[in-house]
């Protein structure tokens, strides 16, 4: 059973700055890649930031920019997040996903608030 654990979500002012984390219990390169999602109340869940197991990112435009994903170590990987704005409101979930194409596998956190005051 794999576990996600996020951490780091919280209330800031816009222009400000958040670094999330998700702790994995296993290797982030053992998935095909990790990713950041993020669910505002009324709206679909959404891709925020994606990275593979050979390191290709990409974002979603609205977060181009101001936010990067990275791999701290072997079992973590990170959302900085600048520039915030009060649209960035949401829950923030880690994401890691595994198999082929044809039967991928997707696995969640529960995820972490993030609250951007104007």
């Known amino acids: 059973q794999v576990q996600l654990v996020e951490s780091g979500g919280g209330l800031v002012q816009a222009g400000g700055s958040l670094r999330l984390s998700c702790a994995v219990s296993?290797?982030?390169?053992?998935?095909?890649?990790m990713g950041w999602y993020r669910q505002a109340p009324g709206k679909q869940r959404e891709l925020v930031a994606r990275i593979t197991t050979y390191g290709t990112t990409n974002f979603a435009d609205s977060v181009k920019g101001r936010f990067a994903i990275s791999r701290d170590n072997v079992k973590t990987v990170s959302l900085q997040m600048n520039s915030l704005k009060p649209e960035d409101t949401a829950v923030y979930l880690c994401?890691?996903?595994?198999?082929?194409?044809?039967?991928?596998?997707?696995?969640w956190g529960q995820g972490t608030q993030v609250t951007v005051s104007s």
């Open positions: 994401n890691a996903e595994e198999g082929s194409s044809r039967s991928p596998k997707y696995y």
């Open positions: 296993r290797s982030i390169f053992s998935f095909n890649a």
